[in-house]
């Protein structure tokens, strides 16, 4: 009877497509396991098995699956459901979250590839692109367009190509291309013929003329650890070839001539990638008394809620407790995800734990090679799992087979959210779904909770353990406000620092201590100006100004990444006077080397930490006192531990407060709290300059007095005014497409049909603050819903209206797509 599988794709597709099975391996599939299967005319794709059957579709042309990859599932059964959870509550597919889950070299995919046609005769009609093109293929003639693209440097590469392929200058034909290929090493032994001690004893006289083959022979026994009592081992010690050949001091043609002699055989033995730490490890630190007391609440929690925050100020040492529960679920066998928001977080936590559970504890982020990744997958799906894996968001697609406990630190922070592309997951709110799913508890951890994290552990709906007392009781910073306002008009600011600023820094560095300087926004500037007009260059793609990288000497879109040549002159007036305005990391790092030339200055922000090395680096050179003073965005905020920071500036506390957002306030409070935190840590009281124009904004005085119960107050006030969350759910519905005005009438139409559903629930359309991204102009509908309503009833009735509006051929081209729970 023929068999058929509904195949998981990972691409935006509303439902699983079915396949026949070829018979040789019917009865090998299983549900989880990967299979390559063609989609659409010529491409192929990986698929993951979610369902094998008898039933043939009838409503389209079923193919039949070209490969099976996988001898086991490389995932579990609960996998499926998250993933379907996470497709249903994010409104998205689940081919989006496939597609974020796997790493990429699991997921093989069909290259195009461009050959040369060695008959073609090149004429005249060729054009300065097709003829690059064509003079590549000669010299290699099969290429894939990817590298063809990067080769020639030539933009719309797909025409030029289809124009080469009307004239029948190449053919093009579609690849599998394998990105993932296991890390192998090539040992030795000894061949079946001559695994005993007779015969090794006869080839010692044998090779009584070959004494370099001897010698290599002597060598492996020695090393195989192959003799006992008399006879040989069943299973000697594995010997790879690299290691003989250099103990021995020979040539690799004294080998192969044991080779010859059919003495010796080669063979590959898949060793991996994923260094295993050897080292002695150390014992759990004692906790004090008052972080034992919140361990215990935290135990005592547990047993009648599933989710618990922990509400610690900064350096109050939540880690530590964080490394008891950790050691208490491995006893209990039990497995722990430990969330974390940044990557540059991992390259501390690491060496704690690393110290305490050693080769128990996999890191998993995308600064890890894709290769690494794939390993670290591979190993949880065997017996040999890890105990504790270390991530970022995307670990929490990991399989798990007994995950016990899950920690989420720093679970206020908004990186825990993806922002593009789908699935637009939040990871806290998903691993307590995760969390629930499997039977563990997730532990929330912060010294500045979400105002929605707080509402549900002030309301009993997760559990409460607050740690008021910082480690080793050190006060906590002094925050001292700056009026840079007025020091403006009186002109005795030095570029952005105000003269207190200057003299704690130089205090500071004569004292042998380091400072942190917090500036939210990369690059040199912001924005360059024409003096003359008042010009400013823009992205040709997108609606923003373009920010100058003064290192690179260039005008960088953050949105898109185009970058351009920094003018000589306006194009406007051709004017030469084109100035900086506003302030990046780049150039406080410049001005600040320019004060204190003595001092070893760095920067922590997104242009300085492209590699997984640059986090480690920074940090560690941070950590001995190799750099005096850290400048950097709100990567420095983010529960960095170093003992040696008496100084923090904040810089401009007012491009916090100004942004368009309902949560500025209390990202703005969040923010500054967690950057003053990193002041003052274990040995004496800090000092915080907070530089702002609005020195009577409420936020300033609550975060001078640590007040986050009063900030969070006044907040609830306003969102429940203005029904915002905790006390009403939000789904942002954005539109896009290249054309503006179809937008307009799109956006309208759409909203249109919503408020009819909905009422006074719908607000908008609207443009967001930026209104083009990459050539496709963008409008926004936000969905207010209250936390009473029935959500999975919302979703139906959103795409309900989707597929309305995708029904109608004027709107064929639009784009929807939601951002639920946005941050």
Known sequence: MEKFIDVILPLPLPRCFTYSLPGEWQDEVETGCRVVVPFGRKKYYTGIVRNIHYFKPTEYEVKEAIALLDAHPVLLPGQFEFWEWVADYYLCTVGDVYKAALPSGLKLESETIVEYNPDFEADSRLSEKEQRILDLLQAEPEQAVTKLEKSTGVKNILSVIKSLLDKEAIFVKEELRRTYKPKTETRVRLVDAVRSTQRIKELFDELGRAPKQLDLLMRYIELSDILENEGLKSVPKEVSKKELLQRASVSPAVFNGLVEKHIFEVYQQDIGRLNAVVRSLLPLNPLNAHQQQAYDEIADCFRSKEVCLLH????????????????????????????????????????????????????YHSKFPDAERVEVWQKQLTENRYDIILGVRSSIFLPFRDLGLIIVDEEHENTYKQQDPAPRYHARNAAIMLAARCGAKALLGTATPSIETWTNATSGKYGLVELKERYKEIRMPEIIPVD?????????????????????????????????????????????????????????????SLTFHKGLNQLTCHYCGYTYQLPRKCPACEGTDLRNRG?????????????????????????????????ERIIADFEQGKTNILVGTQMVSKGLDFDHVSVVGILNADTMLNYPDFRSYERAFQLMAQVAGRAGRKNKQGRVVLQTKSMDHPIIAQVMHNDFEGMVETQLAERQLFHYPPYYRLIYVYLKNRNESLLELMARTMAQKLQAIFGQRILGPDKPPVARIQTLFIRKIVVKIEYQAPMARVRELLVQVQKEMLAEDRFKSLIVYYDVDPM
């Open 312 to 363: 610690g100020v900064t350096s109050s040492g939540k880690t530590e407790i964080y490394i008891h529960l950790i050691d208490q679920m491995i006893k209990a066998g039990k497995q722990v995800l430990y969330l974390l928001p940044e990557i540059a977080l991992t390259t501390q936590i690491t060496e704690r734990l690393q110290k305490v559970f050693g080769a128990r504890l996999g890191i």
């Open 484 to 544: 840079i306002k007025e020091l403006h008009r009186k002109k005795r600011m030095n570029g952005p620092f105000s003269p207190l600023l200057l003299q704690y820094v130089r205090e500071a560095l004569e004292q042998k201590e380091q400072v942190i300087l917090f500036q939210n926004r990369r690059g040199f500037a912001p924005m360059i100006e024409c003096h003359t007009c008042g010009w400013v260059p823009k992205c040709k793609n997108c609606d923003v």
């Open 583 to 615: 302030v990046g990391t780049e150039k406080i790092e410049d001005e600040i080397k320019i004060l204190f030339p003595e001092a070893s200055v760095a920067r922590m922000d997104l242009d300085t930490t492209r590699t997984r090395s640059s986090y």
